[in-house]
């Protein structure tokens, strides 16, 4: 068994003797020599990733005005910070919106002019207080104008990630992009066989205090990341780095199109081969690494997966569904990815960054769980309407209009002769028939394209689907698509205003 | 003709077709006459390669295929083959595509 010391490696860049390989070369070099011989042969791996990783900020000390001010609230560039700490310190988060141009800027940006040394528009306000008597603050400053801006991400550097995709008949935007309906695209993150924390799954070099690349400078583990699943290979870190040092070339905001902002976070962690069983697990490959399809389209916590695959089939750009080839997309740059661990591996190289033994190891029996919900959040069940009246597709026209007439309802859900939901009819689509003289049966005058409720979802999924379809009722389906009822937008401002 | 897309609501509506280069004149015509415009879209998408960060997240929303990783995970680009449809667009995260007009 071969072992090697922290100490013999940090000897081996001090002297210029040490070997340094990327992740994506080691495969190569375990195939070629064997466990053992790269042992002996390589000293460090390098590993790199860059994606979108919204849970990042930095925390940013402007220094003291006078008269002096505790800032209770700050905006920079009309984009909210936290301020809820001592007088002029705030934490820019990546995924704050402005307040003047929403979506189109947020902390990511804010955080990326910082990087490029643009000014940026500080406004604060406070209440007074006998040692801070300013109220209000506006000035302009620029990242060379603070005293600190360090980055400290509460959750960056998954191990991997969940591919998604959408079954529903519309397009939907998310924080994986665009999904096209009927499952008509694959969207994954991560950065597989250079994927940092791939490469040592069960954190044998890599804990806090481990010195990293973030963002072009160095950086450290601060220590576990929240939301840190390492149970089901869904690791996270904690990051710490000092943003002036850091570059834009790394750190990058981005728009979700109607998600949001979110921050480009380039890093790369070394790895120390100090043993076999490292070496082993930096031979890791596309091909082992594997995740779950997710349906993006059922929005609820629990998505079923769809099916498993690994880094290497979504690299190929197409993977099979439901038997039919989908298009794959990577959010994350493979490119960028490979550049973080060259250059990371120069810096080695070069004797400008050693390698450390972690002060602590990694948890690796914490899990995530879901949130305790106290409040209890009514099901379409509790508010929908049972009486509902329904219609036979071969009902005349005639009949219809009858029946909205005598029960003063708008809707009318249409069903076959085997009582299944085929469409709904609504006073709107009479007053047409009677407009262009068509007499027809219900089913030619129907809306055909109905949407539709299930009884157990919450009330907030039912009025998301109303309000995305300006429709104002649904009927409710079991699972033979028999109608059980019909939710209205009635319904639900009768449950706020109870609620109020 | 393929059309591409097509968006209709009660005032207006937009299709986005292919039409073969022979076709089109008499297409044109039949299409004005019942008083439609037609457009001729021939700017095909533009990226800029200051913003890309060549993460390839156009590849799949794109139906005709303009996007595409070379050996060396670099984006690539065939315009010609562009029906300036938009959808890579909102797809891009980092602002990156635009259609000229």
Known sequence: MIEKSIHEINNRIRDGSVNVVTAEEM??????????????????????????????????????????????????????????????????????????????????????????????????????????????LDTTINIYDLN?????????????????????????????????????????????????????????????????????????????GTQHSPQNDFATLMLKGDLKEMSSKYIRAANFHAYGTSLYVGMGIPIPVINEKVALSTAVTDDDIVTNVLDYGIPSRDRPPLRTVTYGELRSGMIELNGKEVPTSSMSSFKTARKIAEELKDWIQNGEFFVTAPVEHLPSQTACNPMKQTGISPLVD?????????????????????MIMDNAYDHLP???????????????????????????????IMTKKVMTANPD??????????????????????????????????DISKLLARRV | MNISQAHFDS?????????????????????????????????????????????????????????????????????DKCIQCGTCIKM??????????
Request: some cysteine; proline content about 3%; aromatic content about 8%.
């Open chain 1, 148 to 224: 600190q801006a360090i980055m400290l991400t509460p959750r960056n550097a998954y191990q991997k990630y969940n591919a998604a995709t959408n079954g529903t008949s519309r397009t939907i935007y998310t924080y994986m992009g665009s999904l096209l309906p009927n499952y008509g695209n694959v969207t994954y993150s991560g950065a597989g066989v250079l994927s940092p924390l791939s490469n040592d799954p069960t954190y044998q070099t890599i804990g806090t205090g481990t010195r990293i690349f973030l963002g072009g400078a160095q950086g450290y583990i601060v220590g576990e």
């Open chain 1, 27 to 136: 495969v190569d070099i375990v195939a070629e020599l064997g466990v053992e011989g790269a042992t002996r042969e390589v000293d460090v791996v390098t590993t790199g990733t860059f994606g979108a990783m919204c849970s990042s900020g930095v925390w940013l000390n402007f220094g003291h005005s006078e008269p002096p001010i505790k800032m209770s609230k700050v905006w920079l560039n009309n984009v909210e910070a936290y301020s809820g700490v001592a007088a002029v310190d705030a934490f820019i988060g990546a995924g704050q919106l402005s307040e003047a141009e929403g979506m189109d800027y947020g902390g990511a940006h804010v955080i990326e002019d910082l990087v490029r040394g643009r000014s940026v528009d500080l406004h604060a306000t406070a209440y007074g207080t006998d040692s801070y008597p300013r109220k209000v």
């Open chain 2, 11 to 79: 005032t207006h509506g937009e299709v986005i077709a292919d039409i073969d280069k022979d076709h089109f004149k008499a297409i044109k015509d039949a299409l004005t006459a019942k008083g439609a415009q037609v457009i001729v879209l021939d700017y095909p998408i533009v990226r800029d390669e200051e913003e890309c960060i060549e993460c390839g997240a156009c590849i799949s929303v794109c139906h005709v295929n303009v996007f595409s990783f070379s050996r060396d995970w670099s984006l690539e680009m065939d315009t």
């Open chain 2, 92 to 101: 891009c995260p980092h602002n990156a595509l635009t259609l000229e007009h």
């Open chain 1, 382 to 402: 509790d508010i929908m309407s049972k009486n509902v009246v329904i219609i036979e597709q071969t009902a005349s026209f005639h009949q219809a209009a009858k």
């Open chain 1, 457 to 490: 979802d919450p009330v907030e999924i039912a009025a998301r689907t109303l309000d995305k379809n300006s429709v104002s009722a649904m009927p409710v389906i079991n699972a033979n698509r028999n109608v059980i009822g019909i939710i209205t937008s009635d």
């Open chain 1, 414 to 444: 249409v069903v076959s002769e085997n009582n299944e939901l085929v469409g709904i009819v609504t006073a709107w689509d009479i007053s047409k028939a009677v407009a262009r003289d068509e007499h027809n049966l219900v089913k030619d």
